[in-house]
């Protein structure tokens, strides 16, 4: 990638890496202006207010390098170390999975679930990556505890700076674990367990672009993407509140035998499978006490 004439302002930089980005798949129309105000320490929308403000030549080198590695392939939430999430912004590095506005279905349902409730709620989010479930719930639930918890301990290192960054970390506990491992002890202590959980079946991780850039750890679910998720179901029973509530974020193939997997588990449990905005597969709940006699 050449750019024999730098451009030196604000207008020219975001006009060459436009250029630059327009042919690459994947890349979006924002991500120039973005990358830019990230370089600059501004809002997008003060780039607008200044088209004609010169970039130094420190500034446009660093401008082009993000651009070209934009390029390459390399998502843009890597290379501003931020992303959106509901009404927050997430700490992001290459050791955590980007949270999708998916991930929102399974937050929105939890948090309803858990207003619904008289008593504050003592949490388990497994699998945490980045912490933004956990992070979310406990900053929308004043009262609730959270135990956040993933066998990736550069994961938890994030997760720790997200909660840190909402002033949580008094309620939102990192832990360094297999799946529930050390809260197995805790019986039916917790009110809701939420986890998404690697889903994607090995064999399709070749395939998909995510992989190039993401953590592998944070993604292979095994031979049919449910393996992890099986060996969580297996668990939950332990600890889960006889009145508790279990969400689990699948891939939209899994709906239904993700849900058989969960009705087996928590037996006289009310499972439902929930649809994502675009219509497709997207969370189980298992209510536990919902089909009690
Ligand atoms: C799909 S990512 C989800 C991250 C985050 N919860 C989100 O919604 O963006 C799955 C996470 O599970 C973690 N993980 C994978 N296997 C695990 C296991 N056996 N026990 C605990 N965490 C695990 C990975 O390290 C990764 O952070």
Not at 187 to 195: Q, T, V
Not at 259 to 266: E, M, N
Request: net charge neutral; aromatic share 4%; hydrophobic share 50%.
């Amino acid at each position: 990638m050449t750019h024999r004439h730098p451009p030196t302002t604000i207008a020219g930089a975001l006009a060459w890496a436009r250029a630059v980005l327009n042919e690459v798949a994947g890349s979006e129309p924002l991500d120039a202006p973005l990358l830019l105000a990230h370089i600059l320490g501004c809002e997008r929308t003060a780039l607008l207010a200044h088209p004609q403000r010169p970039l130094t030549p420190a500034q446009f080198t660093t401008f082009c390098a993000l651009v070209e590695r934009r390029a390459s392939g390399v998502p843009l939430a890597y290379l501003t170390g931020e992303r959106a999430f509901f009404d927050l912004t997430l700490i992001v590095t290459p050791d955590v999975l980007i949270p999708r506005p998916e991930t929102e279905h399974l937050v929105e349902r939890a948090l309803a679930w858990a207003r619904a409730r008289a008593r504050s709620p003592r949490i388990a989010d497994v699998g945490t990556g980045s912490g933004v479930i956990a992070v979310t719930l406990a900053r929308h639930l004043p009262g609730a505890r959270v135990w956040a918890l993933d066998v990736s301990r550069a994961a938890l290192g994030v997760a720790r700076r997200n909660a840190a960054r909402y002033d949580l970390a008094e309620r939102v506990h990192l832990v360094q674990a297999d799946l529930l491992g050390p809260l197995l002890g805790a019986r039916g202590a917790f009110d809701l367990i939420a986890a998404n959980l690697p889903y994607v079946p090995t064999s399709a991780l070749e395939t998909l672009p995510v992989s190039r850039h993401e953590p592998r750890l944070a993604l292979d679910g095994g031979p049919d993407g449910l393996a992890v998720i099986r060996r969580l179901l297996a668990q939950v029973p332990r600890i889960l509140a006889a009145d508790g509530l279990l969400l689990l974020e699948i891939e939209a193939e899994q709906g239904e035998r993700a849900a058989a997997l969960a009705a087996t588990a928590l037996p006289g449990a009310r499972v439902t499978v929930h649809a994502d905005y675009a219509g497709l597969d997207r969370v189980i709940s298992a209510e536990w006490g919902a089909c009690k006699g």
